[in-house]
């Protein structure tokens, strides 16, 4: 059974940081592009980040670009996103993802990931 599974999150102040991991299992995803999505109440799930199989090439969205760094560990099959600078408008439900067979490239499109994680909550007080 494939499964991602998130953790790190929790509750920080404003400016502070966090570091999300994200274990996979199941399969390896070595070849598949992998990201970081995100969803604040009463708000649509939205893009954080994205890194591609290698780990040589990343994306992040405006909002998040020079606070958070995504990375990954394919001997360990998992991906990290290190938060920093963070504010209360970065409060939401933080979900992992890997693409799909074939896709190995910087995804932004949730459309294009086959597996997801259960989510991990994040909560910047101010």
């Known amino acids: 059974q494939v499964q991602l599974v998130e953790s790190g999150g929790g509750l920080v102040q404003a400016g502070g940081s966090l570091r999300l991991s994200c274990a996979a299992s199941?399969?390896?995803?070595?070849?598949?592009?992998m990201g970081w999505f995100r969803q604040a109440p009463g708000k649509e799930r939205e893009f954080v980040a994205t890194?591609?199989?290698?780990?040589?090439?990343?994306y992040y969205a405006d909002s998040m670009k020079g606070r958070f760094t995504i990375s990954r560990d394919n001997a360990k099959n998992t991906m990290y996103l290190d938060m920093n600078s963070l504010k209360p408008e970065d409060t939401a439900v933080y979900y992992c993802?890997?693409?799909?067979?074939?896709?190995?490239?910087?995804?932004?499109?949730?459309?294009?990931?086959?597996?997801w994680g259960q989510g991990t909550q994040v909560t910047v007080s101010s």
């Open positions: 199941g399969r390896t995803f070595s070849r598949n592009a």
């Open positions: 993802a890997a693409a799909r067979i074939g896709m190995g490239g910087v995804l932004r499109d949730p459309r294009g990931y086959d597996y």
């Open positions: 890194i591609n199989w290698s780990g040589g090439s990343t």
